[in-house]
């Protein structure tokens, strides 16, 4: 084992399972944001023209409703916000079905690699070749999701009527599903099964440790939602600060450059981290995945004592 290699294979309870998790994330985040930023360049860009497109109709919608806007009288030219809008939120879900199918395809290949190599130092290049290999499963996975989370969204909707009762159940049916779809995704890059094949697998582990994973998910989804939001701090406080300059100098934010650049930026610094944020989600099913997989088939317990016994 290289690097102070940790073992993922092994069945774990529920505060084994936390703790790995974030001694792999402090092990490996550094070589998994090369890989990252390395496959997403497009992406990125693609989300910067996306921030400009939706601040630009943003701003001009709001200078509309104040008087403030160039076009306030020109209802022809006033339809260019909308235009704006209605480009940016296109390219946004395009852009996210795009990050869906790459990020999730790399954060699971990189920890899959990682456990062949038991090595913390994983080759980007054996990363994007691993998850390549697997792409026509993976977007029929990520298209299978849509009718998944449909029906996630009309029971949601229903249990959303129920008082009470109804918002503990609808936050449970959230987390199983989010834990089912991670590792069933886990399974399908792993073994190279099929995708209805994986979405049994992965119901029959996840559904075999119900509350560990449901509890792994919340605690960790949480605890990685307050560590973005920590990263979100610095950019947060200086478009507060920007914002509240616009508005107690009375800056005219409609044909202001600096103001554009600014709310731009910092929407695609959030977007991004969101989309980093998935990739880092993902690891915690990757974990799960082992401790249930181990757990259920005991294959590194068998492989250990087999080893012992020829030593022997």
């Given amino acids: 084992m290289k690097n102070n290699y940790i073992p993922l294979k092994v069945n774990r309870e529920f505060g084994g399972i936390v703790s790995v998790y974030f001694d792999f994330f402090k092990q490996n985040i550094k070589n998994f944001t090369n890989v990252f930023i390395s496959y997403n360049g497009i992406f990125l860009i693609g989300l910067l023209i996306t921030s400009y497109l939706l601040v630009s109709g943003f701003i001009g919608m709001i200078a509309q409703e104040s008087g403030q806007s160039p076009f306030a009288e020109n209802i022809g030219n006033e339809q260019e916000y909308f ?37 913390s130092q994983v080759d980007k290049k054996d990363v994007w070749q691993y998850a390549k290999s697997q792409f026509g499963n993976v977007l029929l996975f990520v298209l299978l999701l849509i009718p998944i989370y449909m029906v996630y969204f009309i029971i949601a909707v229903i249990l959303a009527i129920i008082p009470l009762l109804g918002f503990f159940a609808q936050y449970i049916v959230q987390f199983f599903l989010t834990a089912w779809v991670g590792v069933s ?100 099913n990757g974990i799960l995945y082992y401790a249930l997989h181990e757990k259920t088939y005991n294959e590194n317990t068998r492989a250990k004592i087999e080893q012992i016994g020829q030593n022997d």
Avoid at 208 to 215: A, C, L
Avoid at 237 to 254: P, S
């Fill in 83 to 119: 235009i704006y809008l209605g480009i940016g939120g296109f390219l946004f879900f395009v852009i996210f079905l795009g990050v869906a199918f790459l990020n999730y395809s790399l954060s699971t290949s990189y920890m899959i690699k990682y456990v062949e190599t038991k090595d």
């Fill in 185 to 284: 995704f886990f399974d399908m890059l792993a073994n190279k099964k099929g995708v209805t094949e994986a979405l049994g697998e992965g119901w029959k582990l996840v559904t075999g440790s119900f509350w560990k994973s449901i509890g792994v998910n919340f605690i960790l989804g949480l605890l990685l939602g307050l560590l973005l939001m920590v990263a979100l701090i610095i950019p947060g406080i200086i478009i507060g600060v920007y914002t509240f300059h616009v508005v107690e100098n009375d800056v005219d934010y409609t044909n202001s450059i600096v103001s554009t650049i600014v709310y731009t930026l910092g929407l695609s610094i959030f977007l991004i981290i969101a989309v980093y944020g998935q990739c880092l989600s993902q690891f915690i």
